[in-house]
């Protein structure tokens, strides 16, 4: 008996943290970065990239630096389904990832990318800097820097 209700709380206990991830449509992910007064970073990844988790540490950096300015980091996992119940919230939790985390619900590359970005060749890292207010957008395919990004955000922010 003791084992069965362990079993229960262990399966329970995933299911919750699952539920911390949100799924989005790229649509849904565009239409987060279009607060005027808001400037977003978002960071496609996923666990089973080398240098997207090597490069995660930098987006805690931004995180910790930008928290009382009007920037907003969203990571957007690119993680296979089936690792979204329990690898990627057990990753974010070991990792103690402070930005905001959330799913990409699509598999279908040539119709996600699109709509995201139109120079995006489809590897990830890849990294999405958009301030509606100033009309600023760049991306960056590849690593990034926390120096780098932060040059950006106080550059546009001066503006």
């Known amino acids: 008996m003791k ?9 329970l206990s995933r299911q919750a943290i ?21 400037l977003y970073i978002v960071n496609f ?14 987006f805690d950096k931004l995180y910790e630096n930008n928290k009382e300015k009007p920037v907003k980091i969203l990571l957007v996992s690119l993680d296979f389904k089936n690792d979204l119940n329990y690898k990627v919230p057990n990753f974010i939790k070991r990792r103690k990832l402070q930005p905001e985390v959330i799913w990409l619900d ?41 120096q780098q990004i932060q040059l950006l955000i106080d550059k546009q922010l001066a503006l």
């Open 45 to 58: 990844w996923a666990t089973w990239c080398g240098p997207c988790v090597k490069e995660l540490p930098e």
């Open 106 to 146: 699509e598999t279908n590359a040539n119709k996600f990318i699109p709509k995201i970005e139109e120079k995006w060749q489809g590897s990830i890292p890849a990294t999405l800097v958009i301030f509606p207010k100033n009309e600023y957008r760049n991306f960056f395919e590849g690593t990034i820097t926390a």
């Open 18 to 38: 699952a539920q911390t991830i949100p799924a989005y449509k790229a649509e849904d992910v565009m239409a987060r970065v279009k607060h005027p007064d808001t």
């Open 3 to 11: 084992k069965l209700l362990l079993a229960v709380l262990i399966f």
